[in-house]
């Protein structure tokens, strides 16, 4: 096995354990001690306990996955595919460097703020909480992930390359990502506030299980290009034996 193709493997293994980690386990968590609905950033800081960040910290493991995933699918891609996946490593790493910021935010400087809490600190916790649905950081969130839809949608048909029918299915669903998450970012933009209601919880619950299967599948499309890559090649039998 290349080591471009064990690369691709495992971060696609670090990116489904970040979707997992930080969707429904950290949700499981964080339920332990919830926030209630915002109404201010004097009722968050009364209600903030550490286990909140949980989401935030898991998800590392899912942007680091993904950045590494695409980075090694990019050095899979054949000639005719690598202006594509060039172009998606670059929104890759847009993608990470805006997601990454926003949780540093949420993992560190947000506690820290709670902790020596005053009253004039709750401006800057009302625009960077994201209990807050109108704040800075559901910005940064929604475009960010818009932006990765872009790179899986460039990416995506380097998974069908070798990866046979279940890499034909992984791709399409990569492709799918695309105008999914950049419809996220737009009702953003349109409608602030619009991720906490009922119907964005419920979009957020089916694009996790997007990222969820389209995640595995790549995992196992790869897994059985390598299993094929590593197979010896078949013997050839001479005309007159046959």
Not at 25 to 36: C, D, E, K
Not at 126 to 133: E, I, K, R, T
Not at 176 to 181: D, F, I, R, W
């Amino acid at each position: 096995m290349s080591s471009n193709l064990r690369l691709a493997i495992t971060a696609a293994a670090v990116t489904l354990a970040g979707v997992v980690l930080s969707g429904p386990v950290s949700m499981a968590l964080a339920a332990l001690h919830p926030q209630p609905a915002w109404s201010g950033a004097d009722a968050f800081v009364r209600a903030y306990h550490p286990i909140q960040t949980a989401a935030y910290f898991t998800g590392f493991l899912l942007v680091g996955g993904a950045l590494a995933l695409i980075a090694a699918l990019h050095a899979l891609a054949p000639e005719s595919l690598r202006a594509r996946s060039a172009a998606a490593l670059g929104f890759a790493a847009a993608f990470a460097a805006l997601i990454i910021f926003n949780y540093v935010v949420q993992t560190t400087f947000l506690p820290a703020l709670v902790r020596g809490y005053g009253p004039g600190d709750a401006p800057l916790v009302g625009a960077l909480s994201l209990s807050n649905p109108r704040a800075l950081g559901w910005a940064i969130e929604m475009w960010g992930y818009a932006v990765l839809g872009v790179a899986t949608w460039l990416v995506a048909p380097v998974l069908a390359v070798g990866g046979g029918a279940v890499g034909r299915v992984a791709a399409a669903l990569f492709t799918a990502n695309g105008p999914v998450s950049v419809a996220g970012g737009v009702l953003t933009a349109a409608s602030p506030g619009w991720v906490m209601s009922g119907a964005g919880l419920s979009l957020f619950a089916l694009w996790n299980l997007l990222m969820l299967v389209m995640v595995a599948l790549s995992m196992v499309a790869l897994r059985g290009r390598a299993r094929s890559a590593a197979a010896p090649p078949s013997p050839v039998v001479p005309a007159e034996a046959r």
